[in-house]
């Protein structure tokens, strides 16, 4: 079992920055890849970023590409988004995931086996 804790969401204007992160415990020498989803009010859950966790290949959703960067530090088993430029439209709660398996697309939720609470991010116009 991998247990995942978000924390960094909030209110900012457009144009500010935010930094989510998402801690790792229980069986995370099992981690293959960590991604960040998003779901906003009456849509669907959508692919942000992923990062593989011992090669540290990134991939983003083309909507974030240039203003978000996903990072991780293995030794604290943590994984961050650092959001920059946001926009209204990055308004929604924001989901860690982990994955312990190799095999399926970074960009699918249903790739991954662990999930987060959710972080509240809210961008002001």
């Known amino acids: 079992q991998v247990q995942l804790v978000e924390s960094g969401g909030g209110l900012v204007q457009a144009g500010g920055s935010l930094r989510l992160s998402c801690a790792a415990s229980g069986r995370t020498v099992s981690i293959y890849a960590m991604g960040w989803f998003r779901q906003a009010p009456g849509k669907e859950r959508e692919f942000v970023a992923a990062?593989?966790?011992?090669?540290?290949?990134?991939y983003y959703a083309d909507s974030v590409k240039g203003r978000f960067t996903i990072s991780r530090d293995n030794a604290k088993n943590t994984v961050y988004l650092q959001m920059n430029s946001l926009k209204p439209e990055d308004t929604a709660v924001y989901y860690c995931?982990?994955?312990?398996?190799?095999?399926?697309?970074?960009?699918?939720?249903?790739?991954?086996?662990?999930w987060g609470q959710g972080t509240q991010v809210t961008v002001s116009s």
């Open positions: 995931a982990a994955r312990t398996y190799y095999g399926g697309s970074y960009s699918s939720a249903a790739a991954y086996n662990y």
């Open positions: 990062i593989n966790w011992s090669g540290g290949g990134t």
